[in-house]
């Protein structure tokens, strides 16, 4: 049985998982304190984990969306299948939403890359005549915290993020999660192929 506080808790990891899922927010900071605000709480103690948020997630998938998110879950792995094999000489790799399987329909597909230059990728998706944007994104790699290349483009009305990080050993491990603090998950092509099948 939950306290008043635990329970007022759950509701603010409850209603973050909605503005993730149903508003598109990537954010899990913004979130729960956008959800907070909804409650008129602003007390740190209040402010659920974002491992709370991701279960919360989860649970609200499995609960109001199991019979439309598969169907986005799928379009979105799709995409991103066809983008790895596009950008195949980045060694491409998945991350986020469309690998922990909780994409929504304002989700991003999201690459990994590596290269010697972002140059390089800049070069790839001019030479085929695909616009893109250009922006960062903060990466912990325990010591080193840093900004790295972001270009977002879309296929069929999906976003689409590339992420470049440098081709160097140095980053051959995975990037930390700002949910668990553990390595962020990453599914090479196979792997994705073989997500797809399950859901066969």
């Known amino acids: 049985m939950y ?19 149903d508003e598109g927010y990537r954010d899990y900071r913004i979130a729960k304190t956008k959800a907070a605000q909804r409650f008129g709480q602003q ?21 109001f969306e199991s019979e439309t998110q598969p169907a986005i879950l799928r379009h979105h792995r799709e995409i991103a299948l066809e983008a790895m094999d596009f950008l195949q000489a980045f060694h491409p790799v998945l991350v986020g939403a469309a690998l922990e399987g909780t994409s929504g329909p304002l989700s991003a597909v999201t690459l990994q890359l590596r290269a010697n230059a972002p140059e390089e990728v800049m070069m790839h998706l001019d030479d085929h005549q695909i616009p893109f944007q250009t922006q960062e994104r903060r990466l912990n790699y325990g010591k080193r ?5 972001l270009f977002r483009l879309y296929v069929d009305n999906i976003e689409v993020e590339l992420l470049v990080i440098p081709d160097d050993p140095r980053f051959a491990n995975a990037a930390l999660s700002p949910i668990t603090g553990k390595g962020i998950r990453r599914a090479e092509p196979q792997k994705v192929r073989e997500l797809l099948a399950e859901m066969e």
């Open 3 to 21: 306290t008043p506080t635990q329970d007022l808790r759950r509701q603010i990891a409850e209603e973050a998982a909605r503005l993730i899922y």
């Open 145 to 149: 915290q840093d900004y790295y290349p």
């Open 43 to 63: 007390q740190s103690y209040l402010q659920p984990t974002n491992e709370e948020v991701e279960q919360a997630l989860q649970d609200h998938i499995r609960l």
